[in-house]
Nanobody, 130 residues
């Protein structure tokens, strides 16, 4: 199994930047895909970005929600077993709890569907003020 711990959440003004980190521990060598999700108060959890691992054979392939394309970048450092989300040009509507997610297996489910991923972190709060 894998354990995921997010960090880096903070309160920033609109237009600012943050970098979220997700440290993975446990059995990470055969991880297939990882992602970032977010959930704002009163809203459903939504996919933000995903990345396929080297193990998947699609190493480096990424995808993003339309709302964050061109502003957010997902990346991973395999040596550190850490997933990142660089967030630039932040907007008040980006305010949410951000979660890291991972799974060992491929899936027919869309990457942005929360039930695509089995393992989740506890979340980190991002607040963007206008």
């Amino acid at each position: 199994q894998v354990q995921l711990v997010e960090s880096g959440g903070d309160s920033v003004q609109a237009g600012g930047s943050l970098r979220l980190s997700c440290a993975a521990s446990g059995y990470t060598f055969t991880m297939y895909q990882m992602g970032w999700f977010r959930q704002a108060p009163g809203k459903e959890r939504e996919g933000v970005a995903t990345i396929y691992t080297v193990y998947s054979g699609r190493g480096g392939t990424t995808d993003y929600a339309d709302s964050v394309k061109g502003r957010f970048t997902i990346s991973q450092d395999n040596a550190k077993n850490t997933l990142y989300l660089q967030m630039n040009s932040l907007k008040p509507e980006d305010t949410a709890i951000y979660y890291c997610a991972a799974d060992y297996n491929p899936s027919l489910r869309k990457w942005y569907a929360p039930d695509r991923f089995r393992y989740w972190g506890q979340g980190t709060q991002v607040t963007v003020s206008s």
